[in-house]
């Protein structure tokens, strides 16, 4: 009897818990496409390929939903900074009520422009 009472609860406990840990995946694979759009953006002027080597580094994220925005200062030898932003859903109605129906995720990385 007691089990059937606890079942559901831990039941919608338990994919609370999976849907941080997609959440966490998520938010690495952000920060990976910030690093990869730096890359990019350090060797290449052409914002059309800073956005295609981020959205290429963030397989199985909606492009739709990913945000990304490249900050230049001066030329060749200074930094240029590539923040990526994600608006990641929450999966599944159970869990939703838990957790917000959408979650911002953010990375940002800087480095040395090698053209300019």
Do not use: I, N
């Not at 831990?10 to 938010?27: I, S, T």
């Amino acid at each position: 009897m007691e089990l059937a009472l606890l079942l559901p609860v831990l039941f919608v406990v338990l994919l609370a818990v999976v849907q941080v840990g997609v959440l966490a995946r998520d938010r690495l694979v952000v920060q990976e496409a910030a690093r990869a759009g730096a890359r990019a953006a350090s060797v290449s002027l052409d914002g059309g390929e800073v956005r295609a080597a981020a959205l290429r580094a963030a397989p199985g994220l909606d492009p739709a939903r990913l945000r990304l925005q490249v900050v230049r200062e001066g030329g060749q030898g200074d930094p240029v900074t590539v923040e990526v932003t994600y608006r990641a859903p929450v999966a599944g109605p159970l869990a939703g009520w838990l957790l917000p129906a959408e979650v911002l995720l953010g990375g940002s990385v800087t480095m040395r422009q090698e053209v300019g």
